[in-house]
C-alpha cells in the first residue's frame, strides 16, 4: 500500500523553507540566541519546528526563549502558542560568513532602469534581494525564484535617468536562508556596464535589382530616441560555399548586399559604452529559388 511511503515524504518536505521567514534572527554558533514572542501575553508555550519537544537546550521565561549554546539542531522555526493560538514565529538560522552562493550575474536590455540578476546558492536556500537606488534610497525587499541552486529575480530602479551618466553604482544586498544558515552578500555596478540589448527584430531580405535588400528594426525593449540610443549592428551572412561573411553598419536599420547569401543573422551593441553583444537573432533564409535560378 503506497499511501505510509507517501505521508514520509510529506513530512520530511515540510522541513524545507519554501519561502523567505518574514521574521528572523541570525546567532552566532555556541553562543546564546533571545527569542522574544511579540505578544501581550504575559506566559507562553514554545515548539521548535512544530514540537513541543524541542532539539535544543531552551530557558523560557514569560515571553523571552532564550537558545543556550546555539548549534545546528537548535536552528528552525521557533513558535510561540497561548493554548493552541500561534502568537508569533521567529526562525532561527546560524550566521555564515563563507562564500556559499555568489556568482551573481546581472544584465539590462536597455538603460530604462530595469535589470535581472542570478546567482548560485545551497539548493535547499531561500533568497531575498534588495536595491540601493541610483538616488541613495532603499528598495524593498524582492523574493527570489530559485530552481536547482539558480537563484533569479528582477529589479527596477524607479529614480534610473536613461539620459544622465551614471555618477554613481547601484548596490544590490541579497539575503539567503539555508534549513540552517543565513548568509549574504552584496555586489556594486553600474548599469552601463550590465546592458545587452535584446536581439534587433523584423530582419528580412528581398530580392530586386540583382541585390539583396536586408531591413530590420532595433530591438523593441531598446532606449528611445534612436538618434541617444544608437545601436551597431552586426550581420553576418553565409555564402553558398559556406564562407561566413561580417559586416558592421551603425546609424541605419538596412543594408544591401551583391553577393549570393544563403543565409543571414543579426546583433546588435551599444557602441558607446562597449556593452555586451546582444544574442544573435534566428539565421533568416534566402529563398534560393534565385540562387538556382540566378
Ligand atoms: C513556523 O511555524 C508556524 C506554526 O506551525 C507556521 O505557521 C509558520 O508558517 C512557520 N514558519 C516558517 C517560516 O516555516
Ligand atoms: C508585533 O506585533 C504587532 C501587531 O501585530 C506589529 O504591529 C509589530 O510590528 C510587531 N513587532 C515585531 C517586533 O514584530
Ligand atoms: C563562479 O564563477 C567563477 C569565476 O567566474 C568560476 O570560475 C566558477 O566556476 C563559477 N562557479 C560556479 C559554481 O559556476
Ligand atoms: C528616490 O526615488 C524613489 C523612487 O522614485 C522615491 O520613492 C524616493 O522618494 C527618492 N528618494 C530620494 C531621497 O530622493
Ligand atoms: C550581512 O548581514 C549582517 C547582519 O545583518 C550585516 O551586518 C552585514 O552588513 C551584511 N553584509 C552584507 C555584505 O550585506
Ligand atoms: C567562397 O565564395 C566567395 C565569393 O564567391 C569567394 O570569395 C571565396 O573565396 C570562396 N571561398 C571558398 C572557401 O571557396
Ligand atoms: C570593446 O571591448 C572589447 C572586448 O571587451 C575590446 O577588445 C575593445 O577594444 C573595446 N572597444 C572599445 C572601443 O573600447
Not at 34 to 57: F, R, Y
Not at 82 to 100: C, I, K, Q, R
Not at 134 to 143: M, T
Not at 247 to 270: H, N, Y
Request: some cysteine; charged content about 15%.
Amino acid at each position: 500500500m503506497p499511501i505510509p511511503v507517501l505521508l514520509v515524504l510529506c513530512v520530511a518536505l515540510t522541513d524545507a523553507l519554501t519561502a523567505f521567514p518574514p521574521k528572523f534572527l541570525v546567532g552566532n554558533l555556541n553562543k546564546d540566541v533571545v527569542v522574544k514572542c511579540n505578544t501581550s501575553k504575559l506566559q507562553v508555550a514554545w515548539t521548535q519546528n512544530g514540537e513541543p519537544e524541542p532539539m535544543a537546550e531552551l530557558l523560557a521565561e514569560g515571553r523571552t526563549l532564550t537558545i543556550l549554546g546555539l548549534d545546528l539542531p537548535a536552528t528552525g522555526n521557533y513558535s510561540c502558542w497561548d493554548g493552541g493560538v500561534l502568537l508569533d514565529s521567529t526562525y532561527v538560522v546560524v550566521g555564515n560568513s563563507g562564500e556559499e552562493g555568489r556568482n551573481v550575474s546581472c544584465q539590462a536590455e536597455s538603460y530604462r532602469g530595469s535589470f535581472h540578476c542570478s546567482w548560485l546558492g545551497p539548493h535547499s536556500a531561500v533568497f531575498r534581494a534588495r536595491l540601493t537606488h541610483s538616488n541613495g534610497s532603499v528598495g524593498d525587499w524582492v523574493h527570489a525564484a530559485g530552481h536547482g541552486g539558480r537563484f533569479s529575480t528582477s529589479f527596477t530602479d524607479p529614480s534610473f535617468c536613461p539620459f544622465a551618466e551614471e555618477l554613481r553604482p547601484l548596490q544590490l544586498s541579497f539575503e539567503g536562508i539555508s534549513d540552517t544558515s543565513f548568509l549574504n552578500f552584496s555586489i556594486h555596478f553600474f548599469v552601463r556596464d550590465i546592458v545587452r540589448p535584446d536581439p534587433p527584430q523584423e530582419l528580412t531580405a528581398r530580392m530586386q535589382g540583382g541585390q539583396l535588400h536586408l531591413a530590420w528594426a532595433p530591438p523593441a525593449s531598446w532606449s528611445l530616441p534612436k538618434s541617444y540610443f544608437a545601436l551597431l549592428y552586426w550581420l553576418q551572412y553565409e555564402l553558398p560555399n559556406g564562407t561566413q561573411v561580417d559586416a558592421f553598419v551603425e546609424g541605419t536599420e538596412k543594408m544591401s548586399l551583391q553577393e549570393r547569401v544563403q543565409r543571414v543573422r543579426i546583433s546588435c551593441q551599444d557602441p558607446y559604452t562597449n556593452s555586451s553583444w546582444s544574442p544573435w537573432s534566428g539565421w533568416w533564409e534566402v529563398d534560393t529559388a534565385w540562387l538556382r535560378g540566378g
